[in-house]
């Protein structure tokens, strides 16, 4: 639906009004892929409560993403074939996929998650970089002010604590930090070549195997347990959400950033960690305090503040 409304915008013309409109969906888009990885967390908590665990939910996530995806495809004859340059960004895409989820879970086995979540939502500073000296976005202080007061206000919302630092610890976030933003660029340029989705489907093909050649071998070392499912319906439902929210959380936040650039929607996925919060609080009944709350309104107050120079625009 949302890629026939894009190809519906962009046939009517290039008018000031369409323009505008495919801003406000481009950043919609964003908005609604970062309103999806924030079911993840809390789906993912109620699988583990059924008798999941981590290696079991991120490997079936990755593969119901590449099944959801394909079923897609194939429901709207978009094609698979892929030339050799792109297959080559997609397997990096996918590599870069394991190593940014294998760093956040290795991450939080050592240092604390407001930690953990701050430095990886530090990717979007290193984006702006990268746009900028590959001349595609121009690097300004108002921009990154705003970038460092909504990471402050994620700092609030997330009880920041410089408690329990370690050093592996740290070096796993920064692990994750930079194959998010290697992931990103690359699959932001294969979107380019062969298109948003299949670019996604590609990344979420190799992540697949790797994470299931990773499941069935790295248990044989005695290292790490293996994959464990849940128990009851609703820890299926539950990881199923998390597969399905995965692959739109992708798909949506790149056919956002086809329109209103990858730096922007980089910066406005500063909101998913907010978005996880604020699931934590309806689903499984979590609480914040009064200075969560001001960080979660400094976050979207920040964000908003950003947009608006370029809607006056």
């Given at each position: 639906?949302?890629?026939?409304?894009?190809?519906y915008?962009?046939m009517?013309?290039?008018?000031?009004?369409?323009?505008?409109?495919?801003q406000?969906?481009?950043?919609?888009?964003?908005l609604?892929?970062?309103?999806?990885?924030?079911?993840?967390?809390?789906?993912?908590?109620?699988?583990?409560q059924?008798?999941?665990?981590?290696?079991?939910?991120?490997?079936?996530?990755?593969?119901v993403?590449?099944?959801g995806?394909g079923?897609?495809?194939?429901?709207?004859r978009?094609?698979?074939k892929?030339?050799?340059?792109?297959?080559?960004?997609?397997?990096?895409?996918?590599?870069?996929?394991?190593f940014?989820s294998?760093?956040?879970?290795?991450?939080?086995?050592?240092?604390?998650?407001?930690?953990t979540?701050?430095?990886?939502?530090?990717?979007?500073?290193?984006?702006v970089?990268?746009?900028?000296?590959?001349?595609?976005s121009?690097?300004?202080?108002?921009v990154?002010?705003?970038?460092?007061s909504?990471?402050?206000?994620?700092?609030?919302t997330?009880?920041?604590?410089?408690?329990n630092l370690?050093?592996?610890?740290?070096?796993?976030?920064v692990?994750?930090l930079?194959?998010?933003?290697?992931?990103?660029?690359?699959v932001?340029?294969?979107?380019r070549?062969i298109?948003?989705?299949?670019?996604?489907?590609?990344?979420?093909?190799?992540?697949?195997?790797?994470?299931?050649?990773f499941?069935?071998?790295?248990p044989l070392?005695?290292?790490v347990?293996?994959a464990?499912?849940?128990?009851t319906?609703?820890?299926w439902?539950?990881?199923?959400?998390?597969?399905?929210?995965?692959?739109?959380?992708?798909?949506?936040?790149?056919?956002g950033?086809?329109?209103?650039g990858i730096?922007?929607?980089?910066?406005?996925?500063?909101?998913?960690?907010i978005?996880?919060?604020l699931?934590?609080?309806?689903i499984?009944?979590?609480r914040?305090l009064?200075?969560?709350?001001?960080g979660?309104?400094?976050?979207?107050?920040?964000l908003f503040?950003?947009?608006?120079?370029?809607?006056?625009?």
């Amino acid at each position: 639906m949302v890629h026939i409304l894009k190809s519906y915008l962009t046939m009517i013309g290039n008018s000031k009004l369409t323009n505008n409109i495919q801003q406000y969906l481009g950043i919609g888009m964003v908005l609604l892929g970062a309103f999806a990885i924030g079911l993840m967390p809390s789906a993912a908590k109620i699988a583990y409560q059924e008798g999941a665990n981590p290696l079991a939910v991120i490997t079936l996530r990755c593969f119901v993403g590449m099944l959801g995806i394909g079923l897609y495809m194939l429901i709207f004859r978009q094609s698979f074939k892929i030339e050799k340059a792109a297959l080559r960004y997609s397997t990096l895409s996918g590599v870069a996929q394991v190593f940014n989820s294998l760093g956040l879970l290795g991450a939080l086995a050592y240092i604390d998650v407001s930690i953990t979540v701050l430095i990886f939502s530090f990717f979007p500073f290193l984006i702006v970089i990268f746009e900028h000296y590959s001349g595609r976005s121009k690097m300004t202080l108002f921009v990154m002010s705003c970038i460092s007061s909504a990471l402050v206000g994620l700092a609030m919302t997330m009880g920041l604590s410089l408690e329990n630092l370690n050093s592996t610890g740290l070096s796993l976030a920064v692990l994750a930090l930079i194959s998010v933003t290697f992931m990103v660029s690359i699959v932001s340029k294969s979107g380019r070549q062969i298109g948003v989705i299949p670019a996604n489907f590609y990344m979420a093909v190799w992540a697949s195997l790797f994470f299931l050649t990773f499941a069935l071998l790295a248990p044989l070392t005695g290292l790490v347990d293996a994959a464990s499912f849940p128990e009851t319906l609703r820890g299926w439902v539950a990881m199923l959400v998390t597969g399905i929210a995965f692959s739109l959380a992708y798909v949506l936040f790149f056919a956002g950033a086809n329109i209103i650039g990858i730096t922007r929607a980089s910066i406005l996925s500063i909101s998913e960690p907010i978005m996880m919060i604020l699931f934590a609080v309806l689903i499984v009944d979590e609480r914040l305090l009064s200075v969560q709350w001001f960080g979660v309104v400094l976050v979207i107050a920040s964000l908003f503040v950003m947009e608006m120079p370029r809607k006056k625009a």
